[in-house]
């Protein structure tokens, strides 16, 4: 007897599947639960360089998903523990664990410079952040979606050469997400641009944050910019976290808010304060 038809629920970019309908859907599952971020714990954490005990036992957990932005001082130690947590540098002592068991490209980070290779076109750069997957078949078009994400669809053939600061940072991003990253973490990405471009970025990337739902990790001396993208806002004072701020105001946030403005004001005055209790040492 003829088995009955069995219709499987299908979209675009499923049709032409080379493993088959049911394999497809299966692969789309598993990226699609790779694409969610990751928690993270630190306990105990110290990082010395020689005699100079950069972070003195940091003790922190983020939730999957959450936008945290480190604030502070300039050498207070938060762009060293953004490293630590990317994985560019090894601890003096204590633990950084995710929720779960994480590959390399599980982790992505975008540096204060695009860092941009100036031999390469711009879709081939943006194809660097797929690592191994680089020589994959959809290598190309998995490249072309991150571009089309940042809005530089069409400045795919281009040189690095000739884009505006502005376009170089978005490149910078795209190649960061081509991998769909569960983990992004970024070291003053918006410090060099000017204040409207900035803005923009700054909207893009709480776009894509909120489109990819990875787990954010933003390190900045732009407060404004913190408590604009944040949901939660860490305060550095020497090696430690002295302030952890949650920013329960809605998205989407509106520049120029009073609750925003109170709440930039308040970390400001730590900020200040902690800076003028320094100078006084």
Request: hydrophobic share 45%.
């Given at each position: 007897?003829?088995?009955?038809?069995?219709?499987?629920?299908?979209?675009?970019?499923?049709?032409?599947?080379?493993?088959?309908?049911?394999?497809?859907?299966?692969?789309?599952?598993?990226?699609?639960?790779?694409?969610?971020?990751?928690?993270?714990?630190?306990?105990?954490?110290?990082?010395?360089?020689?005699?100079?005990?950069?972070?003195?036992?940091?003790?922190?957990?983020?939730?999957?998903?959450?936008?945290?932005?480190?604030?502070?001082?300039?050498?207070?130690?938060?762009?060293?523990?953004?490293?630590?947590?990317?994985?560019?540098?090894?601890?003096?002592?204590?633990?950084?664990?995710?929720?779960?068991?994480?590959?390399?490209?599980?982790?992505?980070?975008?540096?204060?410079?695009?860092?941009?290779?100036?031999?390469?076109?711009?879709?081939?750069?943006?194809?660097?952040?797929?690592?191994?997957?680089?020589?994959?078949?959809?290598?190309?078009?998995?490249?072309?979606?991150?571009?089309?994400?940042?809005?530089?669809?069409?400045?795919?053939?281009?040189?690095?050469?000739?884009?505006?600061?502005?376009?170089?940072?978005?490149?910078?991003?795209?190649?960061?997400?081509?991998?769909?990253?569960?983990?992004?973490?970024?070291?003053?990405?918006?410090?060099?641009?000017?204040?409207?471009?900035?803005?923009?970025?700054?909207?893009?990337?709480?776009?894509?944050?909120?489109?990819?739902?990875?787990?954010?990790?933003?390190?900045?001396?732009?407060?404004?910019?913190?408590?604009?993208?944040?949901?939660?806002?860490?305060?550095?004072?020497?090696?430690?976290?002295?302030?952890?701020?949650?920013?329960?105001?809605?998205?989407?946030?509106?520049?120029?808010?009073?609750?925003?403005?109170a709440l930039e004001g308040s970390i400001l005055r730590n900020l200040l304060s902690a800076g003028d209790d320094a100078t006084d040492l």
């Amino acid at each position: 007897m003829q088995q009955p038809l069995r219709f499987v629920p299908i979209d675009a970019e499923l049709v032409d599947a080379p493993a088959g309908i049911e394999q497809a859907l299966t692969a789309r599952r598993n990226a699609d639960s790779h694409s969610r971020g990751l928690s993270l714990t630190i306990r105990g954490l110290r990082k010395s360089f020689g005699a100079n005990e950069v972070l003195r036992g940091v003790d922190l957990h983020i939730p999957a998903g959450q936008f945290v932005a480190i604030v502070g001082q300039s050498g207070c130690g938060k762009s060293t523990l953004l490293r630590l947590i990317a994985g560019l540098d090894k601890p003096t002592s204590g633990t950084i664990s995710f929720g779960e068991e994480t590959r390399p490209e599980d982790v992505r980070v975008m540096f204060q410079e695009p860092r941009l290779l100036p031999w390469a076109r711009v879709l081939s750069n943006v194809e660097v952040g797929l690592g191994r997957d680089r020589t994959s078949v959809d290598a190309k078009a998995r490249a072309e979606r991150a571009l089309e994400e940042v809005g530089l669809a069409d400045k795919r053939e281009q040189w690095p050469a000739v884009l505006s600061g502005g376009q170089k940072q978005r490149v910078a991003l795209a190649r960061a997400l081509v991998s769909h990253p569960r983990v992004l973490a970024l070291d003053e990405p918006l410090g060099a641009l000017d204040a409207l471009t900035r803005i923009s970025m700054q909207r893009l990337l709480g776009r894509v944050w909120h489109d990819q739902a990875f787990t954010s990790i933003l390190v900045t001396h732009d407060v404004s910019e913190a408590v604009a993208l944040a949901d939660r806002v860490l305060v550095i004072e020497e090696g430690r976290i002295a302030h952890d701020i949650h920013v329960d105001i809605a998205r989407p946030r509106q520049r120029g808010s009073a609750d925003l403005a109170a709440l930039e004001g308040s970390i400001l005055r730590n900020l200040l304060s902690a800076g003028d209790d320094a100078t006084d040492l």
